[in-house]
């Protein structure tokens, strides 16, 4: 029974904060969405039509994340039968034991001390019943840890690269406080060709201040 209530605490806590992540990113993309405008209303067209990429690349993300999350959700819900499967199994076990043991009491009362043998066969009874609850009650175990262990889990997405971007560009060194959006904006660039160009899968992790990277320019 802990296990179970440890199991589905985990299950619960997950799509708790898979749901607050979820809600999050869907919020702030829109709201980017409608902010964004108003902040670049006297920036340059190029430059509004790299924020709007900038933006449907990060609505594309975001609709990625999603259907990751709903993918898992899915197995989530598999999952959770599954337990709930084994609690039943362990209620009705529970359930069993419990009545063998008012059945066995019963019956020792009724025995008097002058018959040793009588109590003997049936504490040999009891044993071998309890012998049998407790293998059942670990193959139940052992089934839904395999279980546990085989739901597989959501792949992160694959970013794909294209050679589609400017071969002119600059050296840019990255500095404190960049990201590919800041770049682009500032260096007349994209941050898909950014991406392109110098392979970044996750920006957070291989744009690292102190590098140099290639910014593509195009000319229009």
Same mark, same amino acid.
């Given at each position: 029974?802990?296990?179970?209530?440890?199991?589905?605490?985990?299950?619960?806590?997950?799509?708790?904060?898979?749901?607050?992540?979820?809600?999050?990113?869907?919020?702030?993309?829109?709201?980017?969405?409608?902010?964004?405008?108003?902040?670049?209303?006297?920036?340059?067209?190029?430059?509004?039509?790299?924020?709007?990429?900038?933006?449907?690349?990060?609505?594309?993300?975001?609709?990625?994340?999603?259907?990751?999350?709903?993918?898992?959700e899915?197995?989530?819900?598999?999952?959770?039968?599954?337990?709930?499967?084994f609690?039943?199994?362990?209620?009705?076990?529970?359930?069993?034991?419990? %009545?063998?043991? &008012?059945?066995?009491?019963?019956? $020792?009362?009724? @025995?008097?001390?002058r018959?040793?043998?009588?109590? /003997?066969? *049936?504490?040999?009874?009891?044993?071998?019943?309890?012998?049998?609850?407790?293998?059942?009650?670990?193959?139940?175990?052992?089934?839904?840890?395999?279980?546990?262990?085989?739901?597989?889990?959501?792949?992160?997405?694959?970013?794909?690269?294209?050679?589609?971007?400017?071969?002119?560009?600059? %050296?840019?060194? &990255?500095?404190?406080?960049?990201? $590919?959006?800041? @770049?682009?904006?500032?260096?007349?660039?994209?941050? /898909?060709? *950014?991406?392109?160009?110098n392979?970044?899968?996750?920006?957070?992790?291989?744009?690292?201040?102190?590098?140099?990277?290639?910014?593509?320019?195009?000319?229009?």
């Amino acid at each position: 029974m802990a296990f179970h209530h440890g199991a589905g605490s985990l299950v619960k806590s997950f799509m708790a904060k898979y749901a607050w992540l979820k809600r999050g990113l869907l919020l702030g993309a829109g709201l980017f969405a409608l902010v964004a405008p108003l902040r670049l209303g006297a920036q340059s067209g190029a430059q509004i039509a790299g924020m709007a990429q900038d933006i449907q690349i990060l609505n594309k993300k975001v609709k990625q994340l999603s259907l990751q999350g709903e993918l898992f959700e899915s197995r989530q819900r598999q999952l959770q039968q599954r337990l709930d499967s084994f609690v039943k199994q362990q209620t009705d076990l529970v359930r069993e034991f419990n %009545a063998l043991t &008012v059945s066995i009491n019963a019956r $020792l009362q009724t @025995i008097e001390e002058r018959e040793p043998a009588i109590k /003997r066969e *049936i504490l040999a009874e009891v044993a071998e019943k309890m012998t049998q609850l407790a293998k059942e009650m670990e193959m139940a175990l052992d089934a839904v840890a395999k279980a546990i262990e085989k739901t597989p889990q959501p792949k992160p997405a694959v970013v794909q690269f294209d050679d589609d971007y400017p071969t002119t560009g600059i %050296a840019y060194i &990255v500095k404190a406080g960049d990201s $590919l959006s800041k @770049i682009a904006r500032e260096q007349n660039s994209t941050v /898909r060709d *950014i991406q392109n160009a110098n392979k970044i899968v996750n920006p957070r992790t291989d744009l690292q201040v102190g590098q140099t990277i290639f910014v593509p320019q195009r000319n229009e």
